[in-house]
């Protein structure tokens, strides 16, 4: 039986880094579809939190979050998506260029799962999403 | 040492002022009642004198010849001697003599004699000194002054008028020369031997000023007495009088410059000197409290600034950090995935890549270009002077002129925007990012119109750049101005616009906010500017719009 395709919902304001991590995802094994959304209102949009837009059908299995973006920033996000009973228990993955101690313990009181600094160059790039493959996606499906 | 109290210095002024006072007028008094005194001695003295005399005249030229020629005819002989109208030296000691007993007075008159006829009109020893220096020298035959005798103040007066002359020594010389009835009634001693030119007797008045003096050394003490209980008073009236209306209120500003008692500018004091120190001392404790609070709004402010200043040299530093690393990522790894893709030559994602490239590259240049631009933002081009804001206008519109046309935008300028205080090319840049603004979120509006004017508004008296563009939500009004903070996630903005316009105008001591009524509503950015008035006024901290 062929492996589900894994949902990963990437939200990030800047587009060439969204490219980066979508075509390391593109190169896994896993099979995946990467959605990108530019802000945080499109995800939660989409996640069904804000507007009249009903709840997916499926939820994505994992949530790859940037923490500055222009009007909602990435903790007002995630504070919105925990506070959503359904999503509660949904990975979130704190992905950012900061790497200030205050915005790391905020992330993580406001229930963010992870907390990884943008790396610098490609293969950086390609090892974090294979971590994040095997932290969030291929776990799911030994379970 | 302890410092004498000016109320006690006071009395003691007036103290002595008062003794003075006593010992001058009492000195004063006595002199001009011994004056008094003297002068009515002279009277009385010139009285006796002047009767004496008449008696004199009386007898020698009208009562003596009147007997003589009577007794001659009634018994054809001279009369015996009588002194009781013969001799006036007698009939004038007998009217004195009267006298005194009828009036109270206890004067002294005398015709006094050296070896007088009488042992009544004998000299004492002060009149014959007299007559000795008289006959010495006859021109200084009258004498007069104040002599005590048993210890009383007389006016003395006396004078020598008569010298014995040939018709006197007939009595006076020897007694064979004189009228047998003559010695026969004195005796052939007393009365002769006196030679011619010899002073005949001194005329010796003495006047008692006793009575006077009496009168005077009475006043004198009574005078003291009633003055010192008067003088007692004043002092008193004084003591309380200084006590309250110096003393006191100069005690409570003492209280009042050492803080220990509120300053009233209200109260009044009584005395004009101590009203006009005390009224002085307000104002300048007002003074100081004004100026006290200006430099504590001056400090406050400027902490504000200077706490705004490190918050923004920590936003600063972090979206360094942040910004201008995200496109080196892009750049980076895309270069990395050209790379890779030139040894797989796979076309379509090595263009793709390569586009990333060079947008990263493209907003890496415009962040460094505007991060400079902010920089310079931090000081002033020109020196502040008056600017007419219609200019600004116009030279910012200029700039933005192609934009406007493209976008068929139609630009409004209100007529009059006056004139304020500023660096002109600041302040454009000022307009300039505005406009910028307005054109990059008039959204898909058909009538896009940006609006330039001044008016009213929450803030005060402003100016404002108005579109009626996609408009800003609520929550977004403030965090426009941070640095590096965009509300789009596309668009060739660099979030440093505003930040820009903000980091002016508060350099020039305005304020800036927004207004917008939320999403396609239109944008109002309001900025105030100090005008020429504001210029002259002391500074004081604005409000918060």
Redesign the interface.
Same mark, same amino acid.
């Given at each position: 039986m062929p492996q589900e395709e894994k949902r990963v919902f990437l939200i990030e304001d800047n587009p060439g880094h969204a490219e980066i991590i979508k075509i390391c995802f593109s190169n896994l094994a896993v099979p995946n579809r990467v959605q990108h959304f530019l802000c945080g209102e499109d995800a939660l949009t989409a996640l069904g939190c804000l507007g009249d837009t009903p709840p997916p059908a499926h939820l994505p299995h994992l949530i790859i979050l940037d923490l500055r973006m222009p009007t909602m920033d990435g903790i007002s996000v995630l504070e919105a998506i925990r506070a959503t009973s359904r999503l509660r228990h949904l990975p979130v993955v704190i992905l950012t260029t900061s790497s200030l101690n205050a915005e790391i313990e905020r992330a993580y009181a406001s229930g963010a799962n992870d907390f990884i600094v943008k790396p610098f160059d490609l293969p950086g790039y390609i090892d974090l999403v294979e971590k994040l493959a095997v932290d969030w996606l291929e776990s799911g499906d030994a379970s | 040492m302890k410092k004498l109290s000016l109320q006690w210095f006071n009395t003691g002024v007036v103290l002595l002022a008062l003794i003075s006072c006593l010992f001058g007028g009492g000195y004063y008094l006595n002199t001009l009642l011994e004056k008094e005194a003297l002068s009515d001695a002279k009277k009385i003295a010139r009285t006796i004198l002047d009767r004496d005399l008449a008696t004199h005249q009386y007898l020698t030229s009208t009562l003596k010849p009147l007997l003589f020629k009577a007794f001659e005819e009634a018994f054809g002989a001279p009369p015996p001697f009588d002194p009781h109208w013969m001799s006036s030296t007698y009939v004038i000691r007998e009217i004195n003599h009267f006298s005194k007993m009828f009036t109270s007075g206890d004067y002294y008159a005398k015709n006094a004699q050296i070896n007088a006829r009488n042992p009544k009109n004998e000299a004492d020893a002060f009149e014959r000194d007299f007559l000795q220096q008289v006959a010495a020298d006859p021109t200084k035959n009258r004498w007069e002054g104040i002599r005590q005798f048993n210890d009383q103040p007389f006016y003395v007066f006396m004078e020598v008028s008569e010298f014995y002359s040939d018709p006197c020594l007939r009595c006076h010389s020897t007694p064979e020369a004189a009228p047998a009835g003559l010695v026969a009634y004195y005796g052939d001693q007393r009365g002769f031997g006196h030679q011619l030119g010899e002073p005949a007797g001194v005329k010796s008045l003495r006047i008692p000023m006793a009575n006077m003096s009496r009168f005077t050394g009475y006043l004198t003490p009574g005078m003291i007495g009633v003055l010192l209980i008067i003088g007692s008073f004043v002092i008193l009236i004084q003591a309380a009088l200084s006590h309250f209306f110096v003393s006191r209120p100069l005690r409570r500003l003492v209280r009042r410059i050492n803080g220990e008692e509120p300053v009233c500018a209200t109260a009044r004091e009584a005395l004009a000197e101590i009203d006009a120190i005390h009224s002085s001392f307000c104002h300048l404790s007002e003074a100081v409290e004004r100026r006290r609070e200006i430099l504590e709004a001056e400090v406050g402010k400027r902490t504000a600034e200077l706490t705004a200043a490190n918050e923004e040299l920590e936003r600063f530093t972090?979206t360094v950090? *942040? $910004?201008l690393? /995200?496109? !080196?990522? =892009?750049i +980076? =790894?895309?270069a &990395? !995935?050209v790379e +890779?893709d030139l040894a797989t030559s796979a076309d379509e +994602?090595t263009r793709?890549s390569l586009a *990333?490239i060079c $947008? /990263?590259t493209q907003q890496m240049t415009t962040l460094l270009d505007d991060l400079l631009k902010l920089s310079r933002a931090g000081k002033m081009v020109s020196p502040a002077a008056g600017v007419e804001m219609t200019t600004v206008v116009r030279d910012a519109a200029a700039i933005h002129r192609v934009a406007l046309e493209r976008g068929k935008v139609s630009l409004r300028i209100a007529e009059d925007l006056g004139t304020v205080t500023g660096d002109k090319d600041r302040l454009v840049q000022v307009i300039q990012n505005l406009l910028d603004n307005a054109l990059k979120y008039l959204g898909d509006q058909p009538h896009p119109v940006i609006e330039i004017g001044r008016a009213s508004s929450s803030g005060g008296e402003a100016f404002f750049v108005r579109d009626n563009g996609i408009g800003i939500a609520a929550e977004?009004h403030e965090k426009v101005f941070g640095l590096f &903070? +965009?509300?789009? =996630? *596309?668009g060739e903005g660099s979030?440093v616009g505003l930040a820009l316009v903000r980091r002016i105008i508060t350099l020039h001591g305005g304020k800036t906010w927004i207004e917008s009524a939320g999403a396609g509503q239109g944008t109002t950015v309001w900025f105030t500017l100090p005008t020429d008035k504001d210029m002259r006024k002391l500074d004081a901290p604005g409000k918060n719009p």
């Amino acid at each position: 039986m062929p492996q589900e395709e894994k949902r990963v919902f990437l939200i990030e304001d800047n587009p060439g880094h969204a490219e980066i991590i979508k075509i390391c995802f593109s190169n896994l094994a896993v099979p995946n579809r990467v959605q990108h959304f530019l802000c945080g209102e499109d995800a939660l949009t989409a996640l069904g939190c804000l507007g009249d837009t009903p709840p997916p059908a499926h939820l994505p299995h994992l949530i790859i979050l940037d923490l500055r973006m222009p009007t909602m920033d990435g903790i007002s996000v995630l504070e919105a998506i925990r506070a959503t009973s359904r999503l509660r228990h949904l990975p979130v993955v704190i992905l950012t260029t900061s790497s200030l101690n205050a915005e790391i313990e905020r992330a993580y009181a406001s229930g963010a799962n992870d907390f990884i600094v943008k790396p610098f160059d490609l293969p950086g790039y390609i090892d974090l999403v294979e971590k994040l493959a095997v932290d969030w996606l291929e776990s799911g499906d030994a379970s | 040492m302890k410092k004498l109290s000016l109320q006690w210095f006071n009395t003691g002024v007036v103290l002595l002022a008062l003794i003075s006072c006593l010992f001058g007028g009492g000195y004063y008094l006595n002199t001009l009642l011994e004056k008094e005194a003297l002068s009515d001695a002279k009277k009385i003295a010139r009285t006796i004198l002047d009767r004496d005399l008449a008696t004199h005249q009386y007898l020698t030229s009208t009562l003596k010849p009147l007997l003589f020629k009577a007794f001659e005819e009634a018994f054809g002989a001279p009369p015996p001697f009588d002194p009781h109208w013969m001799s006036s030296t007698y009939v004038i000691r007998e009217i004195n003599h009267f006298s005194k007993m009828f009036t109270s007075g206890d004067y002294y008159a005398k015709n006094a004699q050296i070896n007088a006829r009488n042992p009544k009109n004998e000299a004492d020893a002060f009149e014959r000194d007299f007559l000795q220096q008289v006959a010495a020298d006859p021109t200084k035959n009258r004498w007069e002054g104040i002599r005590q005798f048993n210890d009383q103040p007389f006016y003395v007066f006396m004078e020598v008028s008569e010298f014995y002359s040939d018709p006197c020594l007939r009595c006076h010389s020897t007694p064979e020369a004189a009228p047998a009835g003559l010695v026969a009634y004195y005796g052939d001693q007393r009365g002769f031997g006196h030679q011619l030119g010899e002073p005949a007797g001194v005329k010796s008045l003495r006047i008692p000023m006793a009575n006077m003096s009496r009168f005077t050394g009475y006043l004198t003490p009574g005078m003291i007495g009633v003055l010192l209980i008067i003088g007692s008073f004043v002092i008193l009236i004084q003591a309380a009088l200084s006590h309250f209306f110096v003393s006191r209120p100069l005690r409570r500003l003492v209280r009042r410059i050492n803080g220990e008692e509120p300053v009233c500018a209200t109260a009044r004091e009584a005395l004009a000197e101590i009203d006009a120190i005390h009224s002085s001392f307000c104002h300048l404790s007002e003074a100081v409290e004004r100026r006290r609070e200006i430099l504590e709004a001056e400090v406050g402010k400027r902490t504000a600034e200077l706490t705004a200043a490190n918050e923004e040299l920590e936003r600063f530093t972090y979206t360094v950090s *942040h $910004d201008l690393k /995200a496109p !080196l990522i =892009t750049i +980076r =790894t895309f270069a &990395e !995935l050209v790379e +890779r893709d030139l040894a797989t030559s796979a076309d379509e +994602r090595t263009r793709a890549s390569l586009a *990333h490239i060079c $947008d /990263a590259t493209q907003q890496m240049t415009t962040l460094l270009d505007d991060l400079l631009k902010l920089s310079r933002a931090g000081k002033m081009v020109s020196p502040a002077a008056g600017v007419e804001m219609t200019t600004v206008v116009r030279d910012a519109a200029a700039i933005h002129r192609v934009a406007l046309e493209r976008g068929k935008v139609s630009l409004r300028i209100a007529e009059d925007l006056g004139t304020v205080t500023g660096d002109k090319d600041r302040l454009v840049q000022v307009i300039q990012n505005l406009l910028d603004n307005a054109l990059k979120y008039l959204g898909d509006q058909p009538h896009p119109v940006i609006e330039i004017g001044r008016a009213s508004s929450s803030g005060g008296e402003a100016f404002f750049v108005r579109d009626n563009g996609i408009g800003i939500a609520a929550e977004y009004h403030e965090k426009v101005f941070g640095l590096f &903070e +965009r509300l789009a =996630t *596309h668009g060739e903005g660099s979030g440093v616009g505003l930040a820009l316009v903000r980091r002016i105008i508060t350099l020039h001591g305005g304020k800036t906010w927004i207004e917008s009524a939320g999403a396609g509503q239109g944008t109002t950015v309001w900025f105030t500017l100090p005008t020429d008035k504001d210029m002259r006024k002391l500074d004081a901290p604005g409000k918060n719009p």
